[in-house]
């Protein structure tokens, strides 16, 4: 019995982690991010949905070959692992994308200290298979409820604030903000 319990829990990490990173993946992220709006709904804490896409990963992917992405990939998730805090929930949302799901947030300038302090980690210089290799990150962070009401338009706008972070050159944050992204920080 006990063997098979233990089966059926590797089969449920299994199913809702991502292989490569260990982080939550898309699924559950989406969970998450549907509990804290209902939370909040009801006289809980803010948040801020961040959505981070790699810069200069794809050049890394095409050089030196998916098992050296496969290595930056798993590396940079434990750098955001490592700076988020326990209590917040970073996933890999697919392909070099991942997204940080942080709780209390009261004020931007709480969303904006993460995102800086992802940007610094994430650009560190990495040594793979002895090939000193970089890249940065494009953020786009959606606050609740200031960018929307529910999950699917929050992570909707992050997406979109995160999508003009690297329209103006990559490698910074933009927020959203009163139906704009507009930008707030650079690196």
């Known amino acids: 019995i006990t063997d098979r319990k233990r089966g059926e829990e590797r089969i449920r990490h299994v199913s809702r982690h991502d292989g490569l990173t260990s982080l939550v993946n898309r699924e559950v992220f989406l969970e998450h991010l549907a509990g804290a709006v209902e939370a909040s709904g009801r006289g809980g804490e803010t948040f801020a949905v961040h959505f981070i896409d790699l810069d200069r990963f794809k050049p890394i992917n095409d050089q ?26 970073v996933a890999r949302m ?7 799901l942080q709780y209390g947030v009261e004020r931007a300038s709480g969303a904006l200290h993460l995102a800086r302090r992802i940007l610094e980690g994430v650009a560190q210089p990495m040594d793979i298979e002895a090939h000193q290799l970089a890249v940065g990150a494009s953020i786009g962070i959606a606050r609740y409820p200031a960018a929307g009401g529910d999950p ?36």
């Open 64 to 89: 030196f070959g998916h098992a050296v992405g496969d290595k930056v990939l798993a590396l940079v998730a434990e750098r955001m692992r490592n700076i988020a805090r326990e209590v917040d929930v």
């Open 94 to 100: 697919g392909g070099d994308e991942f997204a940080i």
């Open 152 to 187: 699917d338009t929050l992570l909707r706008h992050a997406d979109a604030a995160m999508y003009a972070a690297k329209a103006s050159g990559g490698n910074c944050v933009r927020t959203y903000e009163a139906g704009d992204a507009t930008p707030n920080v650079a690196p």
